[in-house]
Nanobody, 115 residues
Framework: QVQLVESGGGLVQPGGSLNLACVATGSIPRHYAMGWYRQAVGQEREPVAVVPPNGRRNYAPIAQGRFTVSVDDAKNTAHLQMNSLKPEDTAVYFC?????????WGQGTQVTVSS
């Protein structure tokens, strides 16, 4: 089993920045994909940024140019640096780890962008 714990969410003004962190513990597999998804109220969960085992970062269009994802395999951590935040970025952000058919989710961290 793998446990994921996110942190770093909060309230930020439009144009501001946040850095989300995710720590994975437990029986961590090798060569996993790790990344971030988000879910706004009344909407489906959507991908934000994912790093597959090959290390190539994949960004959703909503994250291109504003967000940066990083994964530290040695520490089993992931970060999502979010800049130029907009009100439409308001959502619960979830950390995700995927290995084969195994998929793990964190409990989520709320990000609210509002003036």
């Amino acid at each position: 089993q793998v446990q994921l714990v996110e942190s770093g969410g909060g309230l930020v003004q439009p144009g501001g920045s946040l850095n989300l962190a995710c720590v994975a513990t437990g029986s961590i597999p090798r060569h996993y994909a790790m990344g971030w998804y988000r879910q706004a109220v009344g909407q489906e969960r959507e991908p934000v940024a994912v790093v597959p085992p090959n290390g190539r970062r994949n960004y959703a269009p909503i994250a291109q140019g504003r967000f940066t994802v990083s994964v530290d395999d040695a520490k089993n951590t992931a970060h999502l640096q979010m800049n130029s935040l907009k009100p439409e970025d308001t959502a619960v952000y979830f950390c995700n780890l995927r290995w084969g058919n195994e998929v793990y989710w964190g409990q989520g961290t709320q990000v609210t962008v509002s003036s």
